[in-house]
């Protein structure tokens, strides 16, 4: 069976957006642990950009499972930012289109 080529078109995105977003999310959790900051005024961001991290690594395998614990990261934490909420829908898309199986017609 072929794969579509929507789903790869939107896992290769998905994989370059969450790597970018990846790569910023770790500058910046390793800046506010080495920082000196206060941990307790700064728990959520930690939290999140831990969540962030977590779900975009296991995306690369599992891409259903990465999505979601982005996704619901971000969402439970309150903290929808536009540029971090698209790799985790992204994979969520790419697993549903790539398990989506074509409906044979009634002979």
Known sequence: ?????????IRWIARIYGSIVLLILLIA????????HNF???????VLYSCLIIGLSIAYKWELIGGAIA??????????????LPPG???????FL??????????
């Open 89 to 95: 829908i992204l994979y969520i898309t790419y697993w």
């Open 29 to 36: 959790l390793f800046r506010i642990l080495a920082g000196g």
């Open 1 to 9: 069976m072929k794969a579509n080529k929507a789903a790869v078109i």
């Open 40 to 46: 307790l005024s700064d728990w959520k961001s930690i």
């Open 71 to 84: 996704t619901l990261g971000l969402l439970i934490s309150g903290f929808i930012h536009p540029l971090l």
């Open 98 to 107: 790539s398990k989506r199986r074509e409906i044979k017609p009634f002979k």
